[in-house]
């Protein structure tokens, strides 16, 4: 046996390779590919795809996993085996069952599809014209729902997918989860509407660009980020990739009128490149080398980004400092001010712009909506409207036009339905998990009003970040916090924090 | 026959695809990559190697050449098919002829001995002790012999290293056309040594990085690079790389105490880069995409950089506004004695360092060295002693240690025995085509002057770089000038500069 899983590790080396390799590819396309060169990296993506296919889908790969006792009811394999082992056995047969799965031609199809509709999605927006994309919109449903079918599902055709993306989690959980966080959520929003709204003027001065960036890094440094198993570089959408088990890059982009956007996504992604650059030894270079889930992934760039990163704490160290770099753009403005001004909440169109307590409930708006679709009780003709009046429901606004309503994201036009929910879940995860590792350092806000970020990595690393993919997410979060997810901890610490903003 | 040649084409368009992936894999290592990302990197790179490997030696590919018609005698096959496929299926030949004959256990031995040689190599260079270096020299010799049995040659083993880097081309050509060389050359450094030597004091200023290099890419935009099709930055050792057909990337250094450095290594690099950006449509992304032979890349290179880039009549046109970019360092500064400054002749230890008289004589010296240590003649002890004789005879001057003579460059530690002879042979070529583009376009000194860059390009283009490797060097040779190659053309083209220069 021990033989036959060296010969499944030695597969799984090849594949980790070819994908660090994509990503670097991925990296230099959104970084400093030439523009013209666009052509020929996407057949080289797809030959790198296809090496990866073959590798995963391979004659003898079934009767690998059967030696190591494999099946659907013990998918990790015989009980002799380490722990690690077992949820390397778990998490690659379940790759290549999944994968086995779709038919060849449904791949196929579904990307030729994605790339005519993204290209119809561009215009559309930019037109704002939901006809344009609609027909599209409908082919991608069409085979997204035939892909759904082939993986296969118990209750709800939206729990093959999501499965793609929060592995292990159904529909149905994250409905429980949203439905209560949806109510609370909205009355928080309400309560703050009612409330007198807090000044972010101050943010929109000119912050020129190169002293953001040095704040920047000297941010990331003190977060943990390691230069030499990474870099940080501009992209017009800011991502964390990994072209090298050490070497996990982050990208950022800088707006000279407003100092949020650079700072707090440079946080979000470090967030994230921290996780990837946390993983044990022993897993190193292996598929469970990888987040657990997006969820989770997304619950450390939150975390970060939010809980950390727009805390008062956090500005008592780096406040001062931020003064230093632009004292001219913050010369009468206070702590308590700056703290208010980046916590500043209030009902946008555009779910990228959110604040933390609205930004959940635009995720919770497409989720329902992608639930309704798929099943076919929503038909694509009408979504602008059940958008729109979803939007006013939750948000009290209602967009004026397509393009800042139902065309705003990219994911439906290349078929990535199920992917939305992940975001909001990184918001609930973070705050659970937060909360435990409160109660285990201690005086936080002391910890964090220091500077002491290191303490909190530790914390991460030991709890979270070491264990990659060995436990799915549900059992992380049980294995950490003593419970299964709730929203509770989440609206708890929004309760708290935007009471103490806005006094309702 | 058509789906034959289809199939070895599709083959050909995955090894291409994958050695433009390997490329940009290089190129990252090079510029951007974080520190740790090398033990990684490595791996990715041998995997891909292997992939390329496995392409080329595939069971089928025997077969289809037949199938074509492709045997020894009849190398580029039926008679019916086109040329352009004739030259395709000769070439693709070659490739898999030579990488079959070399036994995959020589091939890993050789790359494992490289690594272990080359890092000795480091040490003994940094602490100038030969001896450190030689028993790895040894065993790299031994092996390159070993290499050479199995490819086969007919008078001498250094033909079948040669063919790697020059193919088609044999040491009695090169024995032939550098004994010649020599000759002249050392009258000619003898003659300038007697002359009085000229002032190159002022390039060694301060030249502020970002001036040069906004100039640099001034000069590139000139020279008709297209920056959608390609991008320069910064690396320790200045090279060009295709990661794509339409992605020819090209790196530099400044030195803001020596002008030289930067811009001429920009030029060099851009001659490489717009021959790889010059491929006819039709063979774009095969492997006749690719320069003929090393030689003949170097004589794209040289060109630009020397007959054009250090002629009287470029800095005509380019002078009065590099005095605009450097006011101060240039104030009493002619034209004339910028000239004279850029092109002074000194006989120095290194070769990289080398002005374009005493240059070839240190390819000559490495030349002759390989040929004897190939042979046994000279003995791997009496390496360093042979190296400062021959110093002593072409330049006379002599190494005071060994770094900086017999330990000066990396080309032996890795096995790159047969290398040296096609920088110098590019500077062969260049010259000869070059009297034959002046005979073309006329006067080439009024078309410099003017800044005409465009006609020169469209010549080259035209003559040389649409062709990829559909011809040998040899044949391109006779095809653009109408004879073979001959060292007449560079040394006469030396003789004259330089007496203008140093009027001996």
Same mark, same amino acid.
């Given at each position: ?80 085996? @380490? ?31 994605? @790339? ?17 994309? @609609? ?31 929060? +592995?292990?989690?159904? @529909? ?18 309400r309560k703050i509407a009612a409330s007198k709204q807090v000044d972010e003027s101050f943010l929109l001065k000119d912050f020129p660009v190169d002293e953001q960036d040095e704040f920047g890094r ?24 990994? +072209? ?102 209030? +009902? ?157």
């Amino acid at each position: 046996m021990e033989q036959t899983l060296s010969r499944l590790k030695a597969i799984d080396r090849e594949i980790q390779l070819l994908t660090h390799t994509s990503a670097l590819l991925g990296w230099d396309q959104e970084t400093y590919m030439p523009s013209r060169a666009i052509k020929e990296r996407a057949e080289q993506q797809s030959l790198l795809a296809g090496l990866i296919h073959d590798r995963l889908i391979n004659p003898d790969i079934e009767g690998l996993f059967a030696a190591c006792g494999v099946t659907d009811e013990n998918p990790k394999g015989h009980e002799s085996l @380490s722990e690690q082992d077992r949820a390397f056995l778990r998490l690659f047969h379940r790759h290549y069952t999944r994968e086995s799965k779709i038919p060849k031609e449904l791949v196929v199809e579904l990307s030729r599809q994605a @790339s005519l509709s993204q290209a119809k999605w561009i215009e559309a927006r930019s037109k704002s014209d939901f006809a344009i994309f @609609s027909p599209y919109l409908k082919k991608i449903l069409d085979l997204t729902r035939q892909k759904a079918e082939k993986i296969g599902y118990k209750d709800h055709p939206y729990d093959a997918l999501l499965d793609e993306f929060e +592995p292990w989690m159904t @529909s149905r959980e994250v409905s429980e989860v949203f439905s209560d966080l949806k109510k609370r959520l909205q009355t928080l929003v309400r309560k703050i509407a009612a409330s007198k709204q807090v000044d972010e003027s101050f943010l929109l001065k000119d912050f020129p660009v190169d002293e953001q960036d040095e704040f920047g890094r000297a941010v990331l440094k003190d977060m943990g980020y390691d230069f030499e198993r990474g870099r940080m570089d501009i992209s017009a959408h800011p991502f964390t990739t990994g +072209p090298g088990a050490d070497d996990i890059r982050i990208t950022t982009r800088y707006q000279a009128d407003f100092f949020k956007t650079g700072l707090f996504g440079i946080i979000h992604e470090c967030g994230h490149a921290l996780y990837e650059l946390g993983f044990k030894d022993e897993i190193k270079g292996t598929l469970l080398a990888s987040g657990t889930s997006l969820g989770l992934h997304e619950s450390q760039s939150r975390t970060w980004e939010n809980l950390i990163g727009r805390s008062l704490s956090f500005w008592k160290h780096y406040y001062p400092k931020l003064k230093t770099s632009f004292p001219e753009q913050l010369k009468d403005i206070s702590l308590e001010e700056f703290y208010r001004g980046v916590n500043r909440v209030e +009902p946008t169109m555009i779910r990228v712009e959110a604040d933390e307590v609205t930004y959940s409930l635009h995720i919770i708006l497409r989720f329902e909506l992608e639930l309704a679709l798929l099943t076919g009780e929503l038909k694509v003709d009408d979504l602008p409207e059940a958008w729109n009046a979803k939007m006013e429901e939750f948000l009290g606004i209602c967009p004026e036009n397509d393009a800042e309503g139902v065309l705003q994201d990219i994911h439906w036009s290349f078929g990535a339905i199920g992917y939305f929910p992940t975001y909001s879940l990184g918001n609930l995860y973070g705050a659970q998990f937060y909360r435990t590792m409160k109660r285990d350092l201690g005086d936080i806000d002391d910890i964090l009003a220091k500077g002491n970020l290191g303490s909190i990595l530790s914390w991460l690393r030991k709890n979270i970040h070491q264990h990659g993919s060995i436990y799915t997410a549900r059992e992380l979060c049980e294995k950490v916090t003593g419970e299964p997810l709730s929203a509770d901890y989440f609206i708890s610490y929004l309760e708290e924090k935007y009471q103490g903003i806005y006094h309702y």
